[in-house]
């Protein structure tokens, strides 16, 4: 979710890693979401469809319930991140009274856990927009309960983290977007590495290392360096169709 949803830098991004993963002899399969995962001597990934996938060492970077299913373990469905964007003409969202956002501390009396002011973040944004208009993202405290859906409660907590006054109809557009399955707890981060670990397969991603490219970077960097330094006795990936 990180890299999705940003425009511009998210497309460089992508087309970077994809590049350099090629360059180093990765082959890449999108649009292939993986059903079952079993370990031995020579390890299957089926994929749906049906096609079988051998691999010497398998590495899961999924969400947590994509990961638990895999795996074969129960873990407490999470709650949806949910976020509310908002198109704003109150004129004084145009100073960025907020910079580029704020996380809201837990006693403030707004449903939402997180603002983004959208244009005052990233300059393409602000250079696609009309004049006087604004963008926000606001970051539901509870993805089930909401309480961001109406401009009249988006208005509400934008007032309240921002100081700007800003009336119902000056909310011109909004739209809700949720991340399914982008949550995982302590309590599930535990007991996907306890199934992972006795099935001998790896974890990476949000899943192992926590939330944020500050920490799933390094992790992976670290998982990649570990499987590169035991090399597996064949070399690539068989396809078995
Ligand atoms: C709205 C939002 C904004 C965020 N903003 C930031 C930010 O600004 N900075 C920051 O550092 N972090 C941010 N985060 C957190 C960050 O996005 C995550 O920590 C990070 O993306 C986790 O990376 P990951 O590779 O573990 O999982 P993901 O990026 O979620 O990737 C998991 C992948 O697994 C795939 N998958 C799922 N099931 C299967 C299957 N069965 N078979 C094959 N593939 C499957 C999915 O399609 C997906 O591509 C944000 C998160 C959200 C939800």
């Not at 993805?143 to 909310?171: N, S």
Request: charged content about 20%; glycine content about 10%.
């Amino acid at each position: 979710p990180a890299l999705r949803g940003r425009g511009r830098p998210r497309g460089r991004l992508a087309a970077e890693l994809h590049a350099a993963a090629l360059r180093a002899g990765a082959v890449i399969r999108t649009s292939a979401p993986v059903v079952s995962v079993s370990t031995g001597v020579d390890g299957a990934i089926v994929l749906q469809g049906g096609e079988t996938v051998h691999a010497g060492q398998v590495v899961i970077a999924t969400g947590p319930s994509a990961a638990a299913r895999l795996l074969d373990v129960e873990v407490a469905p999470a709650a949806p991140v949910r976020l509310t964007v908002a198109e704003i003409t109150a004129h004084g969202l145009t100073r960025s009274p907020a910079g580029s956002g704020v996380i809201v501390a837990p006693d403030v009396p707004t449903p939402a856990k997180a603002l983004t002011h959208v244009d005052a973040k990233w300059e393409w944004a602000a250079a696609a927009l009309p004049p006087g208009t604004s963008v926000v993202r606001l970051s539901a405290r509870d993805g089930e309960a909401g309480g961001l859906d109406a401009p009249v409660d988006i208005a509400r907590a934008v007032r309240v983290l921002t100081g700007v006054h800003v009336a119902p109809a000056e909310v011109r557009a909004h739209t809700r977007v949720d991340w399914p399955d982008a949550v995982c707890t302590p309590t599930t981060r535990a007991l996907l590495a306890d199934a992972a670990e006795r099935r001998g397969i790896h974890l990476a991603g949000a899943i192992a290392a926590g939330t944020g490219l500050a920490s799933v970077i390094p992790h992976a960097r670290r998982i990649a360096a570990d499987l590169l330094s035991h090399p597996i006795p064949h070399e690539g990936a068989r396809h078995v169709r």
